[in-house]
Every structure is written in C-alpha cells, then in structure tokens.
C-alpha cells in the first residue's frame, strides 16, 4: 500500500485543520492506522491510531479532545481532525498503516507500523 498525507499547512492558534491519509494500492479498511508526528528536534509522537477489528481509536494526552481520527471506506481515506490547535502541535504529520491486528499498548508505537507516508507540515502559529 502507498500511503499520501495532505492537508497540513499554516494555522492560527485556535484553529481548525482536517488531514487526509489517502491509499493506493490497497484497501485501507484492510489496515490499523495510525497518525504520528515529529517536531524538530523532537522524537517521533504517536498522535492516534485506530483498529480495523473493532475500531478501536487512542490518541496521545496531549490532543485528547482535540483531534478525532475517522475513515472513509469509500475514499480509501483515513483523516485526523486537528481542532482548537495549538503552538506545540507544529510538527510533521505522518500517517502509517499495517496488516498487524495492534492491541491498545501498540497502537500509537511507531514500530507497529510497516507502511508510512511521506508527511504534511502543520505549522501553527499567530
């Protein structure tokens, strides 16, 4: 599967951005996904993921009640909804996906994931 991350730009404190995660060469409804990002200087974070069996969804303390991780079957799409955002949230946004069936502790570990796309910047910022 080619993973394609877009959406990323520059926002106000406060603001809105939807990123989008869209797949070709498989079904994404085959796949767990997850959202992470890297900041400079930063290790890589594990944003949110969601479990095709169950659909599961976790997300890090830092964006709970911000952001919401959602799929489109129809669209092949996965998105992650960044609401109410903030300085700290400015980082690279990567999504990823695997064929494993991840348990909660797993899911938002980079490691879990074999399939990476290539990142969307988000730059927040007054």
């Known amino acids: 599967v080619q993973l394609q991350a877009s959406g990323g730009g520059l926002v106000q404190p406060g603001g809105s951005l939807r990123l989008s995660c869209t797949a070709s060469?498989?079904?994404?409804?085959?796949?767990?996904i997850g959202w992470f990002r890297q900041a400079p200087g930063k290790e890589r974070e594990g944003v949110s993921c969601?479990?095709?069996?169950?659909?599961?969804?976790s997300y890090a303390n830092s964006v709970k009640g911000r952001f919401t991780i959602s799929r489109d079957n129809a669209k092949n799409t996965v998105y992650l909804q960044m609401n109410t955002l903030k300085p700290e949230d400015t980082a690279v946004y990567y999504c990823?996906?695997?064929?494993?069936?991840?348990?909660?502790?797993?899911?938002?570990?980079?490691?879990?994931?074999?399939?990476w796309g290539q990142g969307t910047q988000v730059t927040v910022s007054s």
């Open positions: 990823a996906a695997t064929t494993r069936r991840l348990i909660s502790s797993l899911c938002r570990r980079d490691g879990s994931y074999e399939y």
């Open positions: 060469g498989s079904t994404l409804a085959e796949y767990d």
């Open positions: 969601r479990r095709r069996s169950d659909g599961h969804t």
